[in-house]
């Protein structure tokens, strides 16, 4: 589709967005986002008529890219023939749904919990996790992110959760490994996994192992900078938490559905947890949608015993619709091996080459559809371009470099002292170029403020 421009339009939901709108994770009035025309692929555009390449996936969902015309059909067709029904019920489009997800899931992660999104698939996780366990505290890593609902957010590890940590969530947090910044002075990957290791079975032993519901992981952190575990790391954590009778749950709500160049990044390891969560690229973020994958041990504990939770609209049909479509249209396009060919013979190679040329880029790390540049002053040092959390006058350098981006054409995800590339599982390779050109304009920026 062609953008077509229309200024008046775009003013006016700009000024009615302005007017009424209440954003999330922002300070209202120094906000000014940008009014979107139109989407299609791994591109949408404003009402002037300038086009971006998406390399955020809208937050990270938009695996199949926007208005993928099958994904729209079926939506359309459920809508015509069902919109909503209770959750209580069989529908053909949640039957449907969830045999598709179960096929994929690894190991017998066969029953299928319907959410509307990635937080409220946490919540019920964890509280599947106690209710089978009947321990209170939940462990998870200071870099972190696992949603904004008030269980979901005080798990979380990033700054997100600190106005709303309420210190009572029982929540437990620890290091996860992390070799460019090493909070082990490791030499080596697997120094650094096997004192991890060490570090969180020591954190279980002082907080006392009959105490401990679960361990939650990200399996590939998202927001807190994409860093894949080194090997042995997450089997490590499944052997300790098989030791002390620990509900191992992996929050795939990014990872999963292809973003990592397998279906789920599970894969990658090896290894199958208890609960696994997910949600945005279920369904390409189409209609809301999320879950969580529930094992035979613990959907056993609820088969006599009814589960004390639910959602008015679990399940919801033409969110269903769209996650069936979605999941068929992957198989059907190779989405999944697009992710994992691309990501190691173009993304990898490409970024690596930047990094070559800019002494902003401390590191490149990543997998599939799912990488990020690590922003320094400094590489001898790997002082962060910006403080951590940084905000105003102290996030310039990163603003300078975001607006770089845009002005050149490519919508970046921006995060603290990093730049994600996280483009649509089926991008293509020219795109990709494109977008590669625009963050070497971009970077340019950023070594202006390099020591």
């Known amino acids: 589709m062609t953008p077509q421009p229309n200024p008046d339009t775009g003013a006016a939901v700009k000024a009615a967005d302005r007017a009424h709108v209440f954003h999330s994770w922002s300070a209202q009035d120094l906000i000014d986002p940008l009014a979107v025309a139109g989407a299609e692929g791994s591109y949408f555009w404003d009402y002037d008529g300038k ?18 015309p099958k994904v729209v059909a079926a939506v359309q067709e459920q809508a015509a023939t069902m919109t909503t029904f209770a959750p209580a019920f069989a529908i053909e489009a949640r039957s449907e749904a969830a045999r598709l997800i179960a096929e994929r899931t690894p190991g017998d992660l066969d029953k299928i919990f319907f959410t509307n999104g990635g937080a409220d698939a946490v919540e019920h996780a964890v509280r599947m996790a106690r209710l089978h366990t009947g321990r209170p505290k939940v462990l998870s890593a200071y870099r972190s992110y696992h949603g904004g609902t008030q269980q979901a957010i005080n798990i979380t590890g990033d700054p997100r959760r600190w106005a709303s940590d309420s210190a009572t969530g029982g929540v437990v947090r620890f290091w996860t490994p992390f070799p460019y910044r090493s909070r082990f002075y490791a030499e080596n990957e697997e120094q650094e996994s096997a004192r991890a290791l060490e570090h969180l079975e020591t954190t279980i032993a002082f907080e006392g192992p009959g105490t401990v519901a679960a361990i939650i992981l990200e399996t590939v952190p998202g927001t807190a900078g994409i860093m894949v575990p080194p090997p042995g790391y997450l089997a490590g954590v499944r052997e300790i938490c098989d030791k002390y009778g620990i509900v191992f749950i ?13 279906w789920f990044a599970a894969d990658l390891f090896g290894v199958v947890p ?14 809301p949608l999320g879950g969580v994958a529930i094992s035979g041990a613990i959907a056993e504990t609820f088969g006599k015993r009814p589960y004390p939770g639910g959602l008015t609209y679990s399940g919801h049909p033409l969110a269903c619709a769209a996650a069936v479509a979605t999941i068929n249209v992957m198989a059907e396009e190779g989405v999944v091996e697009n992710a994992r060919r691309l990501g190691g013979s173009v993304v990898g190679p490409a970024l690596a080459e930047l990094a070559e040329r800019h002494p902003s880029v401390g590191e490149v790390r990543g997998v599939g559809m799912f990488w990020a540049l690590e922003l320094v002053k400094n590489r001898e040092t790997r002082e962060p371009l910006v403080p951590y959390n940084a905000t105003g006058e102290a ?10 981006a845009k002005q050149h054409g490519v919508w970046p995800f921006v995060n603290m002292n990093r730049t994600h590339v996280v483009p649509p599982c089926n991008v293509t390779e020219a795109e990709l170029k494109e977008g590669f050109a625009a963050l070497d304009a971009a970077l340019s920026v950023a070594d202006t403020y390099t020591a």
Do not use: C, W
């Open 250 to 262: 992996l929050d795939e709500v990014m990872a999963g559905f292809g973003r990592t160049g397998e």
């Open 51 to 68: 086009r971006y390449l998406d390399f955020t996936s809208g937050l990270v969902y938009t695996n199949i890219g926007y208005q993928h």
């Open 395 to 404: 996030n310039a350098p990163m603003a300078a470099f975001a607006a770089a």
């Open 274 to 287: 208890d609960l696994l969560t997910f949600a945005k690229g279920v369904n390409s973020g189409y209609v």
